[in-house]
């Protein structure tokens, strides 16, 4: 099977590694070409173009928003340049409408087309171990399957329409976001009345909470450790309001979304542009006044 | 080491239950009489008047609310009576403005005060496996805490001033119906674009929010099963409200907690005053107007 | 007609100054002696204690808040000590919860219950150009209304139920914080684009909200004049939170208060304990890092 | 002067007839024809493409919305066929970020350019009693000041970067929707307290809030007629999102519209389409569901 892999960034190249690994023949173009060189190493043929990576059964792309997608595959002619009967399986986290656009301009073209947005972080990505949503013809998802595998802990199919594996992942995102919000302003709570935030985190994300989200932002809350960005700031506010644009095309109100842009966009007001979700933390306690208090 | 316990209701049952079972004598008071005949079966001893489980070493009380402490410790005048030299482990879930007060009547009265709340349901409570939050006093906490570690898979001491422990178990609560709160939008969400939450629920349940809270409320919501209530959905409102006069007594704002208190008000406007928590998903529902959509 | 008048702040002292204005004998009664004895010189009775003030046909009260219209009426026992047959005509700005509990005791008693909370600052009492609203048993209102007509711009009647008054005192007062949180939100807005509050302001007050809130408050943000207060943030703050309990009590969601108490905490976390409610202005702007990026 | 007019809608065919009125040589397009024709007969000359508008001193444009705008200026390519030296009016509501790039779009070109929406109905528009807000080179501004003179009751100047203009008028929106769902929230809790809408909001519309969008708005809502609409509720959540956006591309947190958004998305769900904005006072009502209480 001749696989492409469009878009190598820390994921993406993670990914492309394990197709390698294998034993699949895999063609991989990124805009710059470091990344691209560092695949090579590993046995992958490097394109100079992206329509040199669409010329075989698969193309894999893991680009970084709607905007690189669009650049790429819309504007930039690739859908057009695509061999005749080969599956993109889309790994970004992009919009549904975005997602629903793809799936119609694909169909046109009697191109394949797989929304499989992944859960995981790059250590994960090079382990193998990502969760991978799957959504789109039933056929082309049992093309690709064994692909997919390669880099999965698990699959998790939602269906035929591809927008249903974006709305999930933003689903998801929102839910992340969500939870670390409500670490910050718990632990804002309880440290005005003197217990430290690494104290009360402890105890929750040891017990009820006794999960890798909790953990590892909670962690980073009781460490006040925000930098560098595990998941930056920035790109969680754009899954918040990707989650809120996504409810008003379906006209699904999500009222936690409102309260967690505002405090996203407190937090860049606040100059926390490089920093990780975790410093939604700092919110919390500016809103409370606490470092003043503490002084005081 | 005479021990009472007073409030026998599935919680306090099973703590009681469990300090017969380690061999401490212990004297029951309940408020109606089935629930202490059921201890005494198992060997305590039953009193007929509050006064009379405090006349010992160490005091526990499971009451169910800031009214019940009330009225049985202040308005009912079981301060005055209590054994001097005696400690009140105080487990409930109340405010922290009756925390600070009781803290003060023990301290004039020369009596000792821990606040020990815990998290766990009835069977962990039954399992001797509570989560025990402690505060208060060093060495009245050193006394009890034989006695609080047949209950517990483990202590968290959060420092002296006993309304820390009331504060977080108040955080807590709060997180708790967050996370649900968050699962409701959630799964609205994608529900709206043709996921079902059983299937959503599974994936992020069993991946990045793999932990009790997760998996047992979202259970419930795969299910909608929402009665009969384990956490119900009043006693969440409940809380959060003790949660948010938390924060206005020092002054924290908890912009998440205005969402769930309109959430939950909504629910029980709704009907939902016999369910658990997890219906906050039907008010999400309905929201979207999901039913009707899918009927039409 | 004798006519008694306890509580003389500002707004009290000018209510009760036109009372006798208009040729009635009042007897006034006052927690501190001050403003008893500027009552005298206007030809006021004085009373040492609050039971001799309700010697008569009707009593009017203008307290500060519940706690002390409970002191004073519950717990220092004047509803046991007022005159058979009179009517208390109660203007303060009180929970519906007690208001309720307070039409029941007086019911009790055989004595009469009008609930005449006002809209109107100091100088429009002293004009008496109040607009007072009424609420209680047809009869009882009909006596007082020549006593409130003397400081009424207008009577607006809202039924038997006197705490239907009371709601209607809330339901207002959450509009003008609401109206003020969103002047200070939208000015923000336009300033963080260059457009000072004072033009943004003048232009929104004089045209599609040409009324004396948006005048009023308008004014203090666009001139950043925030003490001595007008209407006291705490002040607003208790409102809000007394909407909200209403809002409970009845099972009615208010979003928008869950915003306006977040916003008031924040302003009393920074400081704005002494300030006037328009200082929510200061919070949408720290909101918004404003100060520090016209310094940058 | 000669001068063009593109869009006729209500609005625009009644500020283009006061310039004709007002003597001015006025060549009209509009993309149907129906509404050019009435105009025609006032003593327009109609174009027949957009670009024969354009050939003047002054262009004015009130086109509906950024999309309306970006097909005619933008894809349409009228910004090249105008004529060199002439001045763009742009009356429409649109995004601060279609303000901007409409502004460097004319510069490139030599155009001159200046904002100039406006707040008032089609019949304050007949009535050549618009408020107009301005923002432009100031060169630009002066020649068109005569023409918006003729259409306004005044003209508010807001500076030279065209953008700004555009954030008052999306701000000045947001303030009103904030007002209507304000006024919704109070009805709910009072009608719950069995107090009537219409006279509660007689109460408010006439004294604190004695202007016309309470007025307005109030009226609707207190006879419960929701259709026609005036300002269509669908309209209203556009702008509060174009508030939103604005917001965010300055970093600027704003609390209510996260909630305004959610009840305008919920009414929407439950059938608002086709309703005006004070169809918000139904959302309140089935959030505390009055309708199901009160049959009960």
Chains 1, 2, 3, 4 share one sequence.
């Not at 034993?23 to 490097?46: C, H, I, M, P, Q």
């Not at 804002?188 to 040891?206: C, H, K, P, Q, W």
């Not at 700031?233 to 996504?246: C, S, T």
């Amino acid at each position: 099977m001749k696989v492409g892999f469009i878009g190598l960034g820390a994921m993406g190249s993670a990914m492309a590694s394990n197709l390698i690994a294998a034993g699949y023949a895999v063609t991989v173009w990124n805009r710059s070409d470091a990344a691209a060189e560092k695949l090579a190493s590993l046995g992958a043929k490097v394109a100079r173009t992206p329509d040199r990576a669409a010329q075989g059964d698969v193309l894999h792309s893991m680009l970084a928003n709607d905007q690189a997608v669009r650049e790429v595959f819309l504007d930039g002619g690739l859908l057009d340049a695509m061999d005749p009967g080969i599956v993109h399986v889309n790994h970004a986290t992009i919009s549904v409408a975005l997602a629903r656009q793809l799936s119609e301009e694909h169909a046109k073209r009697g191109l394949g087309y797989v929304s499989a947005p992944v859960f995981g972080r790059p250590d994960v990505a090079a382990a193998g171990k990502l969760n991978v949503l799957t959504a789109g013809d039933a056929r082309a998802v049992d093309k690709v399957r064994p692909l997919l595998e390669v880099m999965a802990a698990k699959l998790w199919p939602m269906g035929e329409a591809p927008e249903r594996a974006n709305v999930v992942k933003l689903a998801g995102n929102f839910m992340i976001v969500t939870a670390i919000e409500s670490m910050a302003e718990a632990s804002a709570l309880t440290r005005a009345y003197g217990v430290g935030a690494a104290d009360f985190i402890e105890l929750m994300s040891n017990t009820l909470f006794a999960s890798p989200v909790y953990q590892g932002y909670g962690k980073a809350i009781a460490e006040q450790r925000f930098a560098p960005p595990g998941f930056a700031l920035p790109l969680g506010l754009k899954d918040v309001m990707l989650a809120q644009e996504a409810g008003h095309a379906e006209r699904v109100p999500l009222p936690l979304a409102g309260v967690l842009r505002d405090s996203l966009l407190q937090a860049l007001a606040d100059g926390a542009e490089g920093m990780d979700l975790a410093a939604l933390a700092l919110v919390s306690e500016r809103r409370a006044n606490l470092d003043q208090r503490n002084r005081s």
